[in-house]
């Protein structure tokens, strides 16, 4: 490609797009790559302030064109379950056709940023996507690049920078706890979470309200254990006070608890167990009124098929704090996005 005035590039193909901008109104292609450059077009040049524009050069040929390179780099990275929306100022997005939980390969994803002059980014990882969501994008910084780089880069974005693990269809089954809600003294307020889980795609089987008796609960969600539920959550009743025995109920049922407590607000006093290759689920009594809680982070990784551990949780202490907007638009926030 070779600079030139505007004045002196009539009748030559322009090499990029060119970009108008009106503060605050629009951002848009005003000329387009590949366009023969007319005598009336200089004007409308100026007047977004180009006074100069890179032209194509014959001749060139181990360079590569910023358009054609993210095209590359980004039908590497892509997988069956992503589209590629087509290129807009050198970049190149990547869509997810489906719903599940993005993951991504840090390591990879830094390397491929180290290639001299190519940009790529993504959605955090562990990030939960629903169909048509963007979830990557990529382009390069001059307007060519080197073949030799290029080539690097479609390796690397080959190995799996970004890929999404389709949400499964599993059963699962909810038991509150607390005999003041299974006397009737207090309202079952539990619809939410019922409306919460099946938001999630959870197929529920049942639900059953168990007074604060060790048995008792531990009975119910053996029950829907053996009915074949593979996630059971309990709601409440994992505070300090002396009412509080759904931990110790959790693990009357002989289940492993992989971790109670989580570095999340609100959602601290979270609790996940493992019984016979199923998930039980101690949800804090924040999941009554509050919009986002550990439970809305965690339960989209057991339904993508995440092998979960106690590390896991401790490393969404950085991102851990909810900020209550009067508006909640998670997962497009900082909540829940540690690792």
């Not at 190149?92 to 940023?113: E, F, H, M, Q, Y």
């Amino acid at each position: 490609m070779k600079k030139v005035k505007v004045e002196d590039a009539i009748g030559l193909i322009l090499a990029h797009d060119v970009t108008r901008i009106i503060p605050g109104e629009v951002k848009e292609v005003a000329f387009s790559r590949g366009r023969v450059i007319e005598k009336g077009d200089v004007e409308a040049f100026l007047d977004i302030g180009r006074a100069y524009v890179y032209v194509a050069e014959e001749g060139v040929e181990e360079l590569v064109h910023e358009e054609e390179a993210a095209y590359r780099i980004a039908k590497a990275a892509a997988t069956e379950d992503m589209e590629m929306l087509p290129a807009r100022e050198g970049k190149i997005t990547l869509r997810s056709k489906i719903d599940g939980l993005a993951s991504v390969n840090r390591s990879l994803l830094t390397r491929i940023n180290q290639v001299r002059d190519v940009l790529f980014n993504t959605v955090p990882d562990r990030y939960p996507v629903r169909a048509g969501d963007h979830i990557a994008a990529t382009r390069i910084v001059p307007l060519s690049i080197r073949e030799e780089a290029l080539q690097t880069a479609e390796e690397m974005a080959g190995r799996g920078i970004i890929r999404i693990d389709r949400y499964k269809k599993m059963k699962g089954a909810l038991v509150v706890t607390g005999s003041e809600v299974f006397s009737g003294r207090v309202a079952d307020g539990s619809s939410r979470i019922e409306e919460k889980l099946r938001g999630h795609g959870l197929d529920l089987i049942g639900k059953a309200l168990v007074p604060d008796d060790i048995g008792q609960i531990r009975d119910a969600i053996v029950a829907y254990i053996q009915k074949d539920a593979e996630i059971v959550v309990t709601t409440g009743g994992l505070s300090v006070d002396p009412d509080d025995i759904t931990q110790e109920a959790i693990q009357a049922t002989g289940a492993r608890v992989l971790t109670y407590g989580a570095p999340l607000f609100p959602g601290a006093m979270f609790l996940i167990a493992r019984l016979r290759k199923r998930y039980i689920i101690g949800a804090p009594a924040c999941v009554y009124y509050s919009d986002r809680t550990a439970l809305d982070v965690v339960l989209p990784w057991i339904l993508a098929g995440k092998k979960i551990t106690a590390n896991d949780i401790r490393r969404l202490a950085c991102g851990g704090l909810c900020f209550h907007c009067p508006e909640c638009h998670y997962p497009n926030c900082v909540f829940g996005k540690g690792r």
